[in-house]
Antibody
Framework: EVQMVQSGAEVKKPGESLKISCGGSGYSFSRHWIAWVRQLPGKGLEWMGVIYPGDSDTTYSPSFQGQVTISADKSISTAYLQWSSLKASDSALYYC????????????WGQGTLVTVSS | IVMTQSPATLSVSPGERATLSCRASQNVNYNLAWYQQKPGQAPRLLISGASTRATGIPTRFSGSGSGTEFTLTISSLQSEDLAVYYCQQYSDWPLYTFGQGTKLEIK
């Protein structure tokens, strides 16, 4: 069974750095693209970007380019989303999701990581 | 590609039909997915390829359309279908985009 398990909720101050994680199991982690999706409080879903863990090929949606860093460590079947300097506007629920095939929609989603940035 | 969903909120009685719409700003062929997000849960893939139900999705959910106009139909609404429904185009790899969602309420 495919499972995507994300790290727990985080509370941070503006200006702090953060790295959240997404572990994949039940499949060949390095062979499937992983996407990150943001959901602001009470709002819809926003596609942030994707990574191919096999070679760390990464693409960001224009709105998120330069704002976050997506990475992966295939040796431990884990993908990451990180910020170097958080803002209050980064407060949101973040999901990772696995794509079965490049060019298909993501099928398997993590449970989400809530990030709260507040002074 | 901008995805626009309508209506923003839909209120339907149990057993009735619910029809949700999604429009793409340009041709996405059949590269359209629908997701269901229940309160406090992660999104769940319902439909891909505009009309193919994902594994385990009840047959009361059906999708149609191509190009720029798409529809998700729930043939006989159940109380557990209370959720927000999102469409997503995956024609423009890897810059997928979601619609803003339709909130489905049970009358």
């Amino acid at each position: 069974e495919v499972q995507m398990v994300q790290s727990g909720a985080e509370v941070k101050k503006p200006g702090e750095s953060l790295k959240i994680s997404c572990g994949g199991s039940g499949y060949s982690f390095s062979r499937h693209w992983i996407a990150w999706v943001r959901q602001l409080p009470g709002k819809g879903l926003e596609w942030m970007g994707v990574i191919y863990p096999g070679d760390s090929d990464t693409t960001y949606s224009p709105s998120f380019q330069g704002q976050v860093t997506i990475s992966a460590d295939k040796s431990i079947s884990t993908a990451y989303l990180q910020w170097s300097s958080l803002k209050a506007s980064d407060s949101a629920l973040y999901y990772c999701a696995r794509l079965s095939v490049r060019g298909d929609p993501p099928e398997d989603w993590g449970q989400g990581t809530l990030v709260t940035v507040s002074s | 590609i901008v995805m626009t969903q309508s209506p923003a909120t839909l209120s339907v009685s149990p057993g009735e039909r619910a029809t949700l719409s999604c429009r793409a700003s340009q041709n996405v062929n059949y590269n359209l997915a629908w997701y269901q997000q229940k309160p406090g849960q992660a999104p769940r893939l319902l439909i891909s390829g505009a009309s193919t139900r994902a594994t385990g999705i009840p047959t009361r959910f059906s999708g149609s359309g191509s190009g720029t106009e798409f529809t998700l139909t729930i043939s006989s609404l159940q109380s557990e279908d209370l959720a927000v429904y999102y469409c997503q185009q995956y024609s423009d790899w890897p810059l997928y985009t979601f619609g803003q969602g339709t909130k489905l309420e049970i009358k």
